[in-house]
């Protein structure tokens, strides 16, 4: 039977007035186009990558690819990713030209599993790039000092990580650079649109080279690049949405807080660990329904709490990729038991209660 109480979406994604204001300015100004709104969210966000330089540009897709080819990988190159993530971060290994080799995971934070990595890196490594995948950490102090000892660089794909951090350190600022998307279903958005963190100001250039055909001062091109330039539009939203981040994720963490509290003790449905030290900002509140996943979405479906899951193909298995040989039992394993329930800070205290009470109902019922 479906509740009268209506159905809690499992992500809402923000448009409010201030937002709507901010956009409509910027188009009256006549200045659309990667002007001075760029320019001021990129300093704005330094403080929640912890980097010396942010670069905006259209999408996290792009950020990645500009990302990859400021640091000069591409053709004969590996980059070591998660099968367990959004295609897009093997996508961009491949739209450069590189080869992506999977790595499997540690069931627990669903990062990159350290020793999975170490085991595949050959001559032709190039890159790793955890993925912090659900805005949980990767395991980074492993996987720097693995890199380091490897001299390989880190490329961190923190799309789903708006302030994420480990011992206070910000997610984006571990490696030679970072991503994160702002897509309208993440932690913050611009409608589309994508940044990358660095702290090496010669890769802050190279980047904003890329992603405006290479220029720098007008029609003399020094490289070759693209065109993923974000949008002043974008930009305006995305800065009003920054101003927001803290108060939103401080929300989604003490929802988290309380659906950890009623799942405490439970078998059927296992909460998302965090380990010691690691800033989770609960992009996904991912459980485990090691018992029968499919059976669960449809009780909550039926008790109106939207779920989804995130990703119910690990991308080794996806048609571009399935060519690869891999094998990944903790990867398998997490696509076929996970679970993302509603957990976005426009959530009531009635919507928590149904939450919290329709995943401890499935206790005996799997
Ligand atoms: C959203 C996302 C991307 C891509 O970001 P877009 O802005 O959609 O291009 C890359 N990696 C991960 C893990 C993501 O969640």
Redesign the pocket.
């Known amino acids: 039977m479906r509740s009268e109480l209506g159905v809690i979406p499992p992500a809402k994604p923000h448009i409010g007035e201030a937002e709507i204001e901010a956009a409509v300015a910027v188009l009256r100004s006549g200045m659309v186009v990667q002007g001075p709104e760029v320019a001021a969210f990129e300093a704005g966000f330094t403080a929640v990558a912890g980097t010396g330089h942010c670069v905006a540009v259209n ?4 950020a ?1 690819q500009l990302a990859l080819l400021a640091m000069g990988i591409g053709p004969g190159d590996e980059v070591i990713v998660p099968s367990f ?2 295609a ?2 093997a996508n961009a290994v491949r739209l450069v030209g590189a080869d992506p080799v999977f790595a499997d995971i540690d069931p627990a934070s669903f990062g990159l599993d350290p020793a999975a990595v170490e085991a595949l890196i050959g001559p032709r490594t190039a890159a790793i790039m955890p ?1 912090h ?1 659900y805005g949980n950490p990767a395991d980074m102090a492993s996987l720097v000092a693995l890199a380091e000892r490897h001299g390989l660089a880190i490329l961190e ?1 923190a ?2 990580a708006h302030g994420a951090a480990v011992d206070g350190k910000p997610v984006g600022s571990f490696g030679k650079a970072g ?1 994160f ?3 309208p279903t ?1 932690n913050m958005h611009s409608l ?3 940044m990358v963190s660095t702290d090496a100001p010669e890769l802050a250039r190279t980047l904003r080279l890329l992603r405006n055909q290479g220029m720098e001062t007008r029609y003399q091109n020094e490289i070759v690049g693209a065109n993923m330039r974000m949008t002043d539009v974008a930009a305006a939203i995305g800065r009003v949405q920054l101003g927001r981040l803290e108060e939103w994720t401080e929300a989604r963490r003490a929802n988290a807080a309380r659906l950890d509290a009623a799942l405490k003790g439970l078998t059927a449905v296992v909460a998302p660990p965090v380990a010691a030290g690691a800033r989770h900002v609960y992009h996904q509140y991912t459980v485990r329904v090691p018992a029968g996943r499919d059976r669960a979405q449809e009780l909550l479906t039926e008790a109106g709490i939207g779920s989804a899951v995130y990703y119910p193909t690990p991308i080794h298995r996806l048609a571009p990729y399935a060519h690869l040989a891999a094998d990944l039992p903790e990867t398998d394993r997490a696509a076929a038991e996970v679970l993302s329930v509603p957990i976005h800070p426009s959530l009531t205290d009635l919507d928590l209660e149904r939450i919290a009470e329709a995943l401890t109902g499935l206790e005996g019922r799997l």
């Open positions: 999408s996290g897709t792009s990645l993530s959004f897009a971060s993925v995948l794909d799309c789903q991503t998307s702002f897509y993440k589309e649109g994508g």
